[in-house]
T-cell receptor, first 117, second 114 residues
Framework: GAVVSQHPSWVICKSGTSVKIECRSLDFQATTMFWYRQFPKQSLMLMATSNEGSKATYEQGVEKDKFLINHASLTLSTLTVTSAHPEDSSFYIC?????????????FGPGTRLTVL | AQTVTQSQPEMSVQEAETVTLSCTYDTSENNYYLFWYKQPPSRQMILVIRQEAYKQQNATENRFSVNFQKAAKSFSLKISDSQLGDTAMYFCAFMKGTGNQFYFGTGTSLTVIP
């Protein structure tokens, strides 16, 4: 089946630093990738949608300058949390869809736990 | 706007018994897809079952089946012969037929009791 990976799976950083999270589609070309944020015992909240080669579309209330998304290739999207603060601590999940796979679904990565001290 | 509602924050079921998780949604679309995802403690989202709105027949996947009532905008998940490995958060999700975005419900935490 389709596989989407995320790296790192867990990261701890100091307040004020930036952290980059990678999302890779391993066996298909992901023309669209999605980034979600999930707080403990809550649902997934869509942060942004990115299409390969174009700027990401951010959901209302998500700071574009704080959460930088780059979808430079058909297999890689990155989320950079800039000047991280403790309130950015959360679980970040990416998903992907693309040709060659069912277009009526999304394939999820295993998530990245971010802890900001 | 699309909304997905799961009214049962927590549920429990005895091993080998049957349990039904509820989901309702609101949309003006006629073409859409509905999903149930499972999120175990590992946090990996796992697709349980998918339903196309244009199909009247309810989807089934082994022990998992849905009761899709399009007019009532209801999409419940039935788990038969519950197993300990079914313990997880279950999310109902909606996707427009012409769109990319998933709309998730708030989730139901299911515990299977040995």
């Amino acid at each position: 089946g389709a596989v989407v990976s995320q790296h790192p799976s867990w990261v701890i950083c100091k307040s004020g630093t930036s952290v980059k999270i990678e999302c890779r589609s391993l066996d298909f070309q992901a023309t669209t990738m999605f980034w979600y944020r999930q707080f403990p015992k809550q649902s997934l909240m869509l942060m942004a949608t990115s299409n390969e080669g174009s700027k990401a579309t951010y959901e209302q209330g998500v700071e574009k300058d704080k959460f930088l998304i780059n979808h430079a290739s058909l297999t890689l999207s990155t989320l950079t949390v800039t000047s991280a603060h403790p309130e950015d601590s959360s679980f970040y999940i990416c998903s992907a869809r693309g040709p060659g796979r069912r277009t009526d679904t999304q394939y999820f990565g295993p998530g990245t736990r971010l802890t900001v001290l | 706007a699309q909304t997905v509602t799961q009214s049962q924050p927590e549920m429990s079921v005895q091993e080998a018994e049957t349990v039904t998780l509820s989901c309702t949604y609101d949309t003006s679309e006629n073409n859409y897809y509905l999903f149930w995802y499972k999120q175990p403690p590992s946090r990996q989202m796992i697709l349980v079952i998918r339903q196309e709105a244009y199909k009247q027949q309810n989807a089934t996947e082994n022990r998992f089946s849905v009761n899709f009532q399009k007019a009532a905008k209801s999409f419940s998940l039935k788990i038969s012969d519950s197993q300990l490995g079914d313990t997880a958060m279950y999310f109902c999700a909606f996707m427009k037929g012409t769109g990319n975005q998933f709309y998730f419900g708030t989730g139901t935490s299911l515990t299977v009791i040995p």
